[in-house]
């Protein structure tokens, strides 16, 4: 099972919480989790290609899935990102602006930074995967990644601009520089 750090807990009073109730559909709330992985040693973010639910042609997306009634999301979304990705190393979650349709779901997001890129496993009809810059995804992305992107795309990015900068300095920073 993946480690994490959760970074969402002080932030997670600024979450804005849908003001409508979302109705049961048995062990299913209509409730999601997601997050976009981003590593830590490019600054880019993993995408996977699949074909949706409705049949249509093949578009870009993240790994999602159902909260059921009773799990936390930010748990599922690591789940999610351990289980589904085949990913076993560190990450640290933080908590994006939730996705969300009134007629019928929520989609809490998170961004789960990893410390470098890996193979994840593909299944239930993807077909296949890309580390990519925030600002050369793949096209078409898929609706909820696309709203997803437009409502916290600037903190993902920002987050993203951060690691590229970090990275390109690993080598010569001396973090005892700084000690007294």
Request: aromatic letters at 8%; charged letters at 20%.
């Amino acid at each position: 099972m993946a480690n994490f750090q959760s970074t969402s807990t002080a932030g997670s009073d600024l979450v804005r919480r849908p003001s409508w109730v979302v109705p049961a559909r048995g062990s299913w709330q209509g409730v999601a989790a997601c997050a976009i992985v981003l590593a830590e040693d490019t600054g880019r973010v993993l995408v996977k290609q699949c074909i949706p639910a409705d049949g249509a042609g093949p578009e870009w997306g993240t790994w999602t899935a159902d909260v059921l009634a009773g799990q936390p999301p930010l748990q599922v979304a690591i789940n999610t990102i351990a289980e589904r990705c085949a990913y076993e190393g560190d990450l640290a979650l933080s908590r994006l602006t939730p996705f969300s349709d009134a007629r019928f779901f929520v989609q809490h997001n998170y961004v789960a930074v990893v410390p470098q890129e890996f193979e994840p496993r593909l299944g239930d009809g993807c077909l296949g995967y890309q580390w990519c810059e925030l600002d050369r995804l793949p096209q078409p992305l898929s609706p909820a990644l696309a709203h997803l992107l437009d409502r916290s795309g600037s903190d993902v990015r920002a987050m993203a601009d951060l690691y590229k900068g970090i990275h390109g300095l690993a080598g010569t920073f001396d973090p005892l520089r700084f000690e007294d």
